[in-house]
Structure formats: structure tokens, C-alpha cells
């Protein structure tokens, strides 16, 4: 059984290799979206199991993308992946509906907690 995964992120470079990692991962199909209101769209009408999300964004940032999919009755695992001390992001991230936040790091072992995490959460 796969897992189907919609990873958002402004930063085309950042989802080229997230993907890239998270696509190595057994099991894990990886949909790639730039513009995080597109996002809102494909997680509605689609069928992921999980939705991974920068927080930072332009127009719509991770929590508010949360937010909006939780008020149209999306109600898949939302993890959010970024570069903010996870304290920073906590309390807030809980009040948007988001099940998990992980935090960008340096090297690949980030990838691998990341697709841990997806797993645990559905």
C-alpha cells in the first residue's frame, strides 16, 4: 500500500529534494506543489493520506493552509516541515489543526524523521 503524500513549498529547489528523499522511502508517492492556494485545491478534491508544508509562504502560509483544508473537512495528517524552532511554531500549529511539526535541519537524516513522523501520524 502506498502512501500518498502532497508536499507544498514555495521553493521549487526545496521540493525537488525533499521529494526526491521522501520518494526514496518505501511505499511513499510524492505530488509536488509550488503555489501553497493550489495546494488547498489538489488536497481537497485529491486522495492523500498526508499533507507536508512549509510554514513560510507566500499568500498562504503552512498554518493557514492547515486552517483553510480543516474548514473545507480535510481532516488528513498536516505536518508541518520548516526552519522555526519547533516552540516557536507549537502552540500556534495546535490552534491551526496541524498534527505534527518537524523541523528542517541540515544533512538527510532530517528526510528520515520526516517520512518516520508521516507514518506515525496515519
Known amino acids: 500500500m502506498s502512501i500518498e503524500v502532497l508536499l507544498v513549498d514555495e521553493d521549487v529547489d526545496v521540493l525537488e529534494i525533499v521529494g ?5 522511502e518505501d511505499g511513499f508517492e510524492i505530488t509536488t506543489e509550488a503555489d501553497p492556494e493550489a495546494a488547498l485545491d489538489l488536497a481537497t478534491d485529491g486522495d492523500f493520506d498526508a499533507v507536508v508544508s512549509d510554514y513560510k509562504m507566500p499568500r498562504l502560509d503552512g498554518m493557514e493552509l492547515c486552517a483553510a483544508l480543516r474548514e473545507n ?46 507514518r506515525d501520524t496515519i
Open 20 to 24: 526526491t528523499f521522501l520518494g526514496q
Open 73 to 118: 473537512g480535510v481532516d488528513i495528517p498536516f505536518l508541518l516541515f520548516t526552519a522555526r524552532e519547533h516552540d516557536d511554531v507549537a502552540d500556534a500549529a495546535t490552534e491551526h489543526g496541524v498534527t505534527a511539526v518537524v523541523q528542517k535541519g541540515t544533512g538527510t537524516e532530517q528526510y528520515s524523521v520526516l517520512a518516520d513522523r508521516i
